[in-house]
């Protein structure tokens, strides 16, 4: 009877087990912007938009350690470093599950990141389900990006746009009108960065588009996946294309605690694509297709 008792305890805790691998909990919020998704698995907590083409995913953190960078791309973004090396002030322009947020503010805790969120359910969902603890130097300000880079006196040394909904920026913060207006809050020596998704005829749109403001534009693949960051800067000198005149990587490495090797980000540099980003269309406040430019995929092969 013991025996008997042991095997169905046993399969019942292995039973149970499964069940949390699986999933701790699925829950879905829908607020006036987006339809969302949090899941947790383990330590793990995903915050995912819903949307007619499908799920995706917006943060991940890992509440067991939560400096991990768990998106690959968000280790991506760090790349900034090696065209401004010492970001005093940071905007990021789309706050998702502030997985970013966490390393930076401990690699850098002298420095301000100022996020800028369209959605207080997404804010309310970081801190409430993902474990992010807002302070005065990591503030949000529950606002469009645009709006915020208008009205938001100041320069900024890093300016981030990874503001998705749904699976693509919205129209308004992909314009060449929008990229003025954030080349005019960088100072002098700040960088533009944004995450864009390769594969379609909006990627290209989007570098001609950077470019027609920005005259050095540098991107990064991040490795396995379809992101592609640009990073891009507003002057002509000195050049800021070769990586050997970058500053060193091991160096760039220190405050950030083994959480991330910038050799590694280093490797993810990619050419640009001119031949296609020449034929690609300027994206405008008149003229800015972003849902349709991403269902086209791209003729060619690499």
Not at 64 to 86: G, K
Not at 121 to 149: C, N, W, Y
Request: glycine share 6%; net charge neutral.
């Amino acid at each position: 009877m013991k025996s008997a008792c042991c095997l169905i305890f046993c399969l019942y805790l292995a039973a149970s087990a499964a069940a949390v691998e699986k999933a701790d909990y699925t829950e879905s919020f829908d607020s006036l912007y987006n339809n969302l998704t949090v899941e947790r698995r383990a330590s793990i907590v995903e915050l995912r938009a819903r949307s007619r083409r499908g799920e995706y995913l917006e943060s991940a953190v890992d509440l067991s350690d939560p400096l991990r960078l768990v998106v690959p791309y968000t280790r991506s973004l760090y790349a900034a470093l090696f065209f401004q090396p010492e970001p005093r002030r940071v905007l990021m322009i789309g706050l998702g599950g502030a997985g970013f947020h966490r390393l930076f503010a401990e690699a850098y805790p002298d420095s301000l990141l100022h996020s800028a969120e369209l959605d207080p359910t997404v804010f309310a969902l970081a801190k409430s389900h993902l474990g992010f603890k807002p302070t005065e130097k990591t503030p949000v300000t529950i606002m469009d990006g645009r709006q915020f880079i208008k009205r938001t006196p100041g320069k900024w040394d890093w300016i981030i746009l990874d503001a998705f909904r749904g699976g693509y920026v919205p129209p308004h913060l992909k314009t060449q009108e929008f990229y003025r207006e954030c080349a005019r809050r960088l100072e002098e020596d700040g960088v533009f960065v944004s995450n864009l998704h390769s594969g379609t005829e909006l990627f290209y749109a989007d570098i001609k588009t950077i470019g027609s403001v920005f005259p050095q534009v540098v991107l990064f693949r991040t490795e396995g996946r379809g992101n592609v960051i640009a990073c891009a800067v507003k002057y002509r000198e000195p050049v800021v294309t070769d990586p050997s005149d970058w500053p060193s990587a091991s160096e760039l490495n220190r405050p950030l605690k083994g959480y991330l090797d910038m050799r590694a980000i280093q490797r993810e540099r990619m050419q640009i694509p001119l031949a296609e980003m020449n034929r690609a269309r300027l994206l405008t406040d008149d003229f800015a297709p972003v849902e349709f430019l991403d269902t086209i995929k791209r003729n060619n092969t690499e």
